[in-house]
């Protein structure tokens, strides 16, 4: 009963370099979202895929790309990570049905 | 209680006590509203949600309360113990095109003495 299931879980990456966080969800949940969160802070939202085929921007989109490769699995991209992107990043999906999200464990990502 | 913009606010209790943490919302468009439970290196955890019709739905030993007319919503922990020590955030939801998209408050950090 694995839910949702991100990877990496921690990663180190130096300003320039690139990355893809990957989401994977087996509860046939038709959205998916990727959420940032901050020392202190709540969550919030990066980019959200309503259904399969669609992405849309959140409150923080800038200085990431998202992919719904399939109704599974939902990606977020770094195409040059800057330091203010140190932060760990939470993926998450619903039912379209029903606003509840089921989170990820998160990804805890340094940018130095 | 929290809101957004705000330190992160704290409460301690000692076991057995009642919990109450209290969160203000700024959107009276919301009709949707959530509590999540995030223990340290975890994601967010459901706990309870409610809907703008109700002012009170009660589950396993937690109790939300929703008052539209102060934009206020509290959860309510009964008999607390260790094991709720965590970060609550409380979330809402405007609806209509914005559904699924959360707006979560900065959180109440909640610890629990044995």
């Known amino acids: 009963n694995a839910g949702v299931t991100q990877t990496p879980k921690f990663q180190v990456l130096k300003t320039g370099q690139s990355m893809t966080l990957q989401c994977a969800q087996d509860?046939?949940?038709?959205?998916m979202y990727w959420y940032r969160q901050d020392p202190g802070m709540g969550l919030r939202l990066i980019y959200y895929s309503a259904s399969e085929g669609t992405t849309d921007k959140g409150e923080v989109p800038n200085g990431y790309n998202v992919s719904r490769l399939n109704k599974r699995e939902f990606s977020l991209r770094l195409e040059s990570a800057a330091p203010s992107q140190t932060s760990v990043y939470f993926c998450?999906?619903?039912?379209?049905?029903?606003?509840?999200?089921?989170f990820g464990s998160g990804t805890q990502l340094s940018v130095l | 209680g929290e809101s957004v913009g705000l330190h992160l606010p704290t409460l301690s209790v000692q076991e057995g006590d009642n919990s109450i943490i209290n969160c203000a919302y700024s959107?009276?468009?919301?009709?949707?509203f959530i509590w999540y439970k995030q223990e340290s290196g975890k994601g967010p955890q459901f706990i309870i949600d409610i809907r703008s019709n109700m002012d009170k739905r009660q589950g396993q030993r937690v109790t939300v309360l929703l008052n539209k007319t102060v934009k206020h919503l509290s959860l309510q922990i009964a008999a607390t113990q260790p094991g709720d020590s965590a970060v609550y955030f409380c979330?809402?939801?405007?609806?209509?095109?914005?559904?699924?998209?959360?707006?979560f408050g900065q959180g109440t950090i909640l610890t629990v003495h044995p």
């Open positions: 979330a809402e939801n405007a609806g209509g095109t914005s559904y699924g998209k959360l707006t």
């Open positions: 959107n009276s468009a919301s009709d949707y």
């Open positions: 509860m046939n949940h038709n959205s």
């Open positions: 998450a999906s619903s039912d379209m049905k029903n606003e509840k999200l089921f």
